[in-house]
């Protein structure tokens, strides 16, 4: 019986020492795994503020250039509006002053664009 006793031993020694190396070798693995994944982590935060930092770069010139577009905009609808009403009250003004001339004119035009009209229905 000792025999087996001392059997049982080695064999509780054994699976003892085989129950520990793949504990540390379990354990080297998770430290690996979590180096690497800390690293991926990093890696990617790095990359994200990069990218963030790109895209703020790119958001900000875009919204100057609108900015500068829609002012321009602004100009040239101010300054073609100041042209209308000009135009607008000038016209007043000559109709007003030449009334007769005005009436002539306007029918001359009309005579000619229906002449224009006219002359193309006929060749269609």
């Known amino acids: ?18 129950m520990e190396k793949a504990r540390e070798v379990i354990n080297d693995g998770l430290d690996t795994a979590e180096t690497k994944f800390s690293d991926k982590a990093d890696q990617l935060g790095r990359q994200y503020r990069r990218t963030a930092g790109q895209v703020r770069v790119a958001t900000n010139r875009f919204s100057e250039q609108a900015r500068g577009h829609l002012e321009t905009a602004q100009e040239t609808y101010r300054d073609a509006k100041k042209k209308a009403s000009r135009w607008n009250r000038d016209s007043r003004r000559y109709v007003s002053a030449n009334p007769a001339k005005s009436v002539l004119l306007a029918a001359g035009v009309g005579l000619l664009f229906g002449l224009v009209l006219r002359g193309r229905r006929s060749r269609d």
């Open 1 to 18: 019986m000792s025999k087996t006793n001392s059997t049982i031993e080695r064999v509780k020694e054994s699976v003892g020492d085989v």
